[in-house]
């Protein structure tokens, strides 16, 4: 079993779309999770951290379920602009905490 | 404040040649990572730097891979000899700390011929 899994995707929405990622980790001692978001030939950039207590930030919200070990990403009312790849990003204990990243699911929002 | 720092960001060497990547973190980090992506995949971790130790070295290649971090500031990653399989963009990434988030440079994309 992977350790980060994501859908690859695509996901292709129309704009003003609600769109949902999902995330399951496989490491029940991770310490922190957060979405990245990465552009076409750039670098990963963060996007927001997940908290427990599910957080928000603009049309973003983001989703923490420790219990089933998944986290989630919703993207309400999608613009052109965010289209991109989502990254799940957990800091698991191997040994030392380390950034385990999933695959990415690849986001085109379409006029 | 000024971001990670990697040179150079585009490179292109004959198989079998050597070829060193350069990254400076961001000020007050003290956490770094080299990761390697692949098109259509996410990153994924070489090493990690602790101030000038390395902590996790478990997926870095030691047969042709080197990494070092002296002073436990700037960093460098070489590969000698490189393989065609090598082709692929080289990430550095610095965090506050093991459990932070972490920030990436723009990468060098490796091309082997």
């Known amino acids: 079993r992977k350790e980060v899994e994501q859908d690859p995707g695509p996901f292709n929405v129309p704009e003003g779309a609600t769109v949902a990622f999902n995330c399951t980790y496989s490491?029940?001692?991770?310490?922190?999770f957060f979405w990245y978001r990465q552009d076409c030939r750039k670098e990963p950039k963060l996007l927001m951290s997940?908290?427990?207590s599910g957080n928000e930030d603009g049309r973003f919200t983001a989703q923490l379920n420790r219990a089933s070990q998944y986290i989630s990403l919703l993207i309400r009312d999608s613009k052109l602009s965010d289209s991109a790849t989502y990254l799940c990003?957990?800091?698991?204990?191997?040994?030392?905490?380390?950034?385990?990243f999933g695959k990415g699911t690849k986001l085109s929002v379409i006029p | 404040e000024a971001g990670v720092v990697q040179s150079p960001r585009y490179k292109i060497i004959e198989k079998k040649q050597p070829v060193a990547f350069w990254c400076n973190p961001i000020s007050g980090h003290n956490t770094l990572y080299w990761y390697l992506q692949n098109l259509g995949q996410g990153p994924e971790l070489l090493i990690r730097y602790e101030n000038e130790e390395a902590v996790d070295d478990s997926q870095l290649p030691k047969d042709r891979f080197s990494a070092e971090r002296l002073k436990g500031v700037d960093s460098t990653l070489k590969i000698q000899p490189a393989e065609l399989g090598d082709s692929a963009v080289y990430l550095c990434?610095?965090?506050?700390?093991?459990?932070?988030?972490?920030?990436f440079g723009q990468g060098t994309r490796l091309t082997v011929v």
């Open positions: 990434a610095s965090s506050l700390g093991g459990v932070a988030e972490a920030f």
């Open positions: 490491n029940s001692a991770s310490q922190s």
């Open positions: 990003v957990v800091n698991q204990r191997a040994g030392s905490y380390q950034l385990t």
């Open positions: 997940v908290y427990s």
